[in-house]
């Protein structure tokens, strides 16, 4: 059981605060964004997701800059409880639309309502949002999405050409339209996290996928959906090969995953036949199928370091990357990292010529090289190459005290496991009903690390 629940802003401001038992002090919330943002212990940068001060356990998880706070004293399952604070900040945002400070101020009366349903005296009760909507009286106060600046899985799918409409992300699940209309839409995005270690030759040494296939709707009535993924689609390993040895181009041949999980409202009837899927969605957002893949893919980058000394004191840093996705699709928000020995004193940094939206910082507090870069084209080549300067002589190999190099990157319209969705089909007989079917891919880097 939890003891209490509350949000807290960037700056430590209280948002929202409920306290269910009353055996943890009411300042509880100041102790510990003062732990949070004076993080010390084992010279760690960040707070764990769960510590202990003076007898109260404390659970939290940050979502668009928000810290969504538990604490309990008893000796809960840390898992459970930050399983439980991702779903409350879910719930919220299905109902709020957005999710952030002006919406939770705006909102607090919703807010405390669907906090009182959720969890009783401590104790969860649901985190359904279509079980919530039967308990749920007031109307969210919208807020204006246009003037918003995209945070965090939002801004993912608002890059290129083909653009998503603004409810994609900010849509309500108990608001209408202006004018009373509700506009008949859903949802589906195929979101793949991918971890990869590299060789200090490059080759790869582990690499793994953690994919979800996400879906929200906002359909009348809760029509029966069949959602139609790779007709050769095949769960648990293929005879040793990986599914890159397939070969085919993205989008064609066979997938492989190592096991998969499906969410309790999806009827597996037809899928070992055509892998099909079969549902009634429920209001809000929920994950349709998990699943992971292990075995060697294509990775979207390339990373190449070389250290070459230039004195008792000086070295030199060239990073290369190289984006191997095809060349119309863009990937966002790019970022390489690199730890330098602990005695470099001063960093020059030189890019190649003409080079925009590409940023560089030497952190000197914790020794590390970043580099920034707002965009990249698939199949482009970028370089960056960094002048050391050390404060004392090195009497060691300079790769063995650097890197390794790290890199996290967003890449919308890309899923480098090649699994589709094929066709999206609503059972609701109607020659006017057409409701609009949003299908979207995204990559995230979960762990991609380059050895030296």
């Known amino acids: 059981m939890i003891s209490q629940f509350f949000v807290l802003s960037q700056r430590g401001d209280s948002i929202v605060f409920r306290d269910y038992r009353g055996d943890v002090p009411k300042g509880s919330a100041e102790i510990f964004f003062r732990k949070v943002k004076f993080w010390k212990e084992d010279g760690g940068e960040e707070a764990p997701p769960v510590f202990n001060v ?6 939290h998880v940050k979502v668009v800059g928000l810290l969504f706070v538990a604490t309990s004293r008893t000796n809960l399952s840390p898992s459970l409880v930050l399983e439980l604070l991702q779903r409350i900040a879910r719930v919220i945002k299905d109902y709020l639309g957005v999710l952030n400070e002006d919406s939770l101020r705006k909102n607090f009366v919703l807010v405390y309502e669907l906090l009182d349903e959720v969890v009783d005296f401590g104790y969860v009760q649901t985190t359904s949002t279509e079980i919530l909507k039967s308990y749920i009286f007031n109307e969210p ?19 290129g050409s083909k653009r998503m409409p603004g409810t994609a992300i900010t849509k309500s699940v108990v608001a209408n339209e202006p004018g009373g209309r509700k506009r008949e839409e859903i949802f589906v995005d195929i979101i793949e996290k991918i971890s990869i270690t590299f060789s200090s030759s490059g080759y790869i040494l582990t690499s793994e996928i953690d994919g979800t296939i996400q879906m929200k709707s906002y359909l009348t009535g809760n029509p029966e959906i069949r959602l139609a993924l790779n007709e050769d689609l095949g769960i648990g390993r293929a005879g040793g090969r990986s599914a890159y040895d397939y070969g085919g181009s993205a989008g064609s041949g066979a997938v492989v995953l190592d096991d998969c999980n499906f969410h ?11 892998r099909t899927l079969t549902l009634v969605p429920p209001d809000g957002e929920f994950p349709v199928m998990n699943y992971r893949i292990t075995q060697e893919f294509k990775p979207p980058f390339r990373i190449n370091t070389l250290i070459e000394e230039a004195g008792s004191l000086k070295a030199e840093v060239i990073l290369k990357i190289r984006a191997e996705f095809p060349s119309d699709i863009t990937a966002n928000t790019i970022l390489v990292q690199m730890p330098l020995p602990t005695y470099t004193s001063r960093v020059s940094f030189e890019l190649e010529p003409g080079t925009v939206g590409q940023t560089t910082d030497f952190k000197e507090s914790n020794k590390r090289l970043e580099w920034s870069l707002k965009k990249v084209v698939g199949g482009s080549d970028h370089t960056l190459r960094a002048k050391l300067t050390f404060s004392q002589e090195s009497h060691g190999n300079i790769t063995k005290e650097a890197g390794p190099v790290s890199m996290t990157f967003t890449i919308p319209m890309y899923n480098p496991s090649r699994l589709q969705v094929k066709y999206l089909q609503i059972a609701k007989k109607s020659k006017t009903y057409n409701p609009y079917r949003w299908v979207r891919y995204v990559t995230q880097a979960n762990s991609y690390v380059a050895r030296i």
């Open 54 to 59: 003076d007898g109260v356990n404390y659970f």
């Open 141 to 159: 106060i919208m807020i204006d999405a246009g003037r918003l600046p995209p945070l965090g899985p939002a801004a993912m799918f608002m890059q």
């Open 264 to 274: 309790e409202s999806v009827q597996l009837d037809s899928f070992d036949v055509d």
